[in-house]
């Protein structure tokens, strides 16, 4: 079943923060969060695995709250080059079938 | 190390044809899922093969159909096209079990006129 993902869109200034979340109503068992620049493949950021875990690097984090099979995605300190659309992926418990949300379109302006 | 290829890039097809999408995975992935991703939304699973078996399908219709060679190597076949079959078409290999990092090919822009 295909996650919520939240907001649809967002727009930042340079340096500024934002949070994008991703909720799925059937219990999981990872969540992967993928940026796509437009006219390019989706590029894999994190995986966040059932357990419920946190992981980041340099300014980019992630969360898992597996009680609540939600997961959101921390942008610090935004750069312009954090331009994109932003998925979250969705494995269930049911073995290898994977969900993408619908996208979250960020846009960094200087 | 190579990555995903695809081929072709670009392919416009009219309604009623059949096409064939070709995927070459990443050197050491024995797993491949393909995704059809239609303009502004995000991509959609089609099924995934492992050990040239398809091993889990998304909700298309048997119109799309696939294959893996022994080389791991995977094809996408869509059968009777329709205007709605109009998108990107992304293949994603992973070394096999549970979903791990899936790296995305370049996708193959498929238009139906």
């Known amino acids: 079943q295909q996650p919520v993902q939240s907001p649809q869109a967002v727009i930042l200034r340079e340096g500024e923060d934002a949070v994008i979340n991703c909720s799925s109503s059937k219990a999981l068992y990872s969540v992967h969060w993928y940026r796509q620049k437009h006219g390019e493949a989706p590029v894999f950021l994190m995986i966040l695995l059932k357990g419920g875990e946190q992981k980041g690097h340099d300014k980019i984090s992630a969360s898992f709250n597996e009680k609540k099979q939600q997961s959101s995605l921390y942008l610090t300190a935004s750069q312009l080059s954090y331009s994109g659309t932003y998925f979250c992926?969705?494995?269930?418990?049911?073995?290898?079938?994977?969900?993408f949300g619908s996208g979250t379109k960020l846009n960094v302006k200087p | 190390d190579a990555g995903v290829t695809q081929s072709p890039t670009h392919l416009i097809k009219t309604r009623g044809q059949q096409v064939t999408l070709r995927c070459s995975p990443k050197s050491g992935h024995d797993t491949v899922s393909w995704y059809q991703q239609a303009l502004g939304q995000g991509p959609q699973f089609i099924f995934q093969?492992?050990?040239?078996?398809?091993?889990q399908r998304g909700n298309f219709p048997d119109r799309f159909s696939g294959h893996q060679f022994p080389n791991y190597s995977s094809e996408l076949n869509v059968n009777a096209l329709l205007l709605g079959d109009s998108a990107l078409y992304l293949c994603a290999s992973l070394a096999g079990g549970r979903t791990d990092t899936q790296y995305f090919g370049p996708g193959t822009r498929l238009t139906v006129l």
């Open positions: 992926g969705t494995e269930e418990d049911n073995f290898n079938k994977f969900y």
């Open positions: 093969y492992y050990e040239e078996e398809e091993r």
